[in-house]
């Protein structure tokens, strides 16, 4: 369990849900941490081994300037991202800006500073790049995230052959956000409805757990990805087939 021994991570959004597991297996593989978020409590109730925390919010952009350029690492992780889902007529200004810097900016911002020492990037993505969900409005989540895996390609392009650069679009995961913002909200027949659909819409029968990301993210940042570069690889149990 030794994939990425020598290598350091920079992992945003590393104090829960899918950035924690990232961190978590990144940590079993050996790799040196440092992981960014904005909760100084959630960070300090990390026990993952060499590991750094930072306390930035990623909206501050001199403040994440200051936190991350003298950093030396290998591996960018970009997880953190902000879904805002209203109907067009009602998408505000403020929530249009938001997703945008989050989505797509901080990934840009990130990876001009850090991308001279890196060797492989990984982005965090969503299926909501390429389906849509009736009853769902994503125009500007949906439009960040297709332009997250379009930068993807391009820096893939672009900064080769030094550094890889790819990308995972999970479908929907069992995250703590997820829970409180979705499943927890539902009535008995409600969550009976949409397990429902669940079992129809993936063919895996089931939604993701943050693990199941956490190891696409080994892999693309290990070496045994060598020659992988400018991929969105899709981890959503084959929603997107269907």
Do not use: C
């Not at 895996?149 to 995972?168: D, F, G, Y």
């Amino acid at each position: 369990m030794d994939r990425l021994t020598g290598k350091t991570a920079l992992i945003t959004g590393g104090s829960e849900g899918i950035g924690l597991a990232i961190a978590t297996a990144f940590a079993r593989e050996g790799a040196n941490l440092v992981v960014l978020a904005r909760d100084r409590q959630k960070l300090d109730a990390l026990t993952l081994t060499n590991t750094r925390t930072v306390a930035v919010d990623l909206n501050d952009e001199d403040a994440l300037v200051t936190a991350v350029e003298s950093l030396d690492v290998d591996v960018l992780v970009n997880n953190v991202g902000l879904a805002q889902m209203p109907p067009l007529a009602e998408l505000t200004k403020s929530q249009f800006d938001a997703m945008v810097h989050l989505n797509l900016r901080v990934p840009v911002l990130l990876t001009q500073l850090l991308h001279e020492r890196l060797t492989a990037i990984v982005n965090i993505s969503s299926y909501w790049a390429d389906k849509m969900v009736a009853g769902r409005p994503s125009s500007v989540y949906s439009a960040t995230r297709g332009s997250l895996n379009s930068l993807t390609k391009a820096l893939a392009n672009e900064l080769a052959p030094h550094v890889r650069v790819n990308a995972i679009a999970p479908g929907s995961i069992h995250t703590p956000t997820f829970e409180r913002a979705h499943l927890a909200q539902m009535t008995a027949d409600q969550r009976a409805e949409y397990e429902h659909y669940v079992h129809d819409a993936y063919p895996a029968q089931r939604i993701g757990e943050p693990e199941d990301v956490a190891e696409a993210a080994v892999y693309l940042a290990s070496d045994d990805a060598r020659w992988v570069t400018g991929t969105v690889l899709q981890v959503d149990g084959g929603l997107t087939v269907r």
